[in-house]
């Protein structure tokens, strides 16, 4: 995707002191009891660099607790005063806009029902117009890569740079074990599209159920993600919305002490040797692209040699023999059977395309 976005470092925005920046707290505000107990312990255990709270809630079907509104913004602003946590929360009219920074809300962000709407993100955007404030995009309910892009442009559009996107998973079709599938390649290929926007997983609305969290959270810092938002509290069970996938402000601190942030080491040493490993895979790589070539030249012939003797391209039985001991060989040297089986359909694939390719010209 070729496009560029001009974002600010987050932590030009947020001080994590070189820690993934961690945003916690309930899905939804509920009552004023729930959302100062749920912030104070959370501020108690220390982990937390932004708190986060739903004001405004876009449910799947209507019946369900929509939210507070802006009865919850005092609860939020006492509890930021109290503990100097930054607050954020949800936003998807430019009312919503208006009221978050009328009580001083510090970070908006836009969820992902919202995402998929650019008429609806391009009203953001213009309520954005001259304010200066952090803004988070949650990625479309839908994988569509693009989408979630135009998001960040249309708010980028306004003059905001202090942007970062916000992974949350996709919707299935069918049941699977993650309430959303996470599709990571997606967001892997947002960063390496705009190496420079701040990624941040959202283990919760991916995961569903707390079970998950863990595993999610990890996988997110082992992709290098600048931090997490997970949804904390004070009684999960109880909670007004997303119940299950809730954590208490305690057992949320002793999983983020569990998991492994695998910091980058800059000493020397470690980067020369880095850069040592990565010189010899380049020149097996090339290795490996000059092997493929001779292979190819080799079959080029050999449809020349089929099409002069008339012989049909495909053969079952060679390819059951190709197959079969490809597999054999890879099994004694320890590659993954399933790819050296998908490797060979590839090139099996290939082979048969150029083959055809030359049956169907005239001999020189
Ligand atoms: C939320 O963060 O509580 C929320 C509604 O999330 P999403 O937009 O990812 O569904
Ligand atoms: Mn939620």
Redesign the pocket.
Known sequence: MKANLDVLPLNSWIDTNGKPLIIAGP??AETEEQVTETVRRIAKEGYAHVI?A?VW??RTRPGSFEGMGEAALPWLAAVKKETGLPIAV?VATPQHIELALKYGIDILWI???TTVNPFNVQDLADALKGVDVPVLI?NPVNPDLALWVGAFERIAGAGIKKMAAIH?GFSNAQETKYRNSPMWQLAVELKTSFPQLPIIG?PS?MAGKRAYLFELAQRALDLNYDGLII?SHRSPDDAW??ASQQLTPEALGEMLRELEVRKPSYGEDFQSELDKLRQKIDNIDRELLEVLAARMAVVEKLGEYKRDNNVAVLQLDRWKQVHNSRAEQGKKLNLYPEMVEELFKLIHMESIRKQTEVMNQQPA
């Open positions: 899905c939804s986060r739903g809630k876009p949800e969820g992902a029902r949650k949350r959202d609305h949804e919305s997303d």
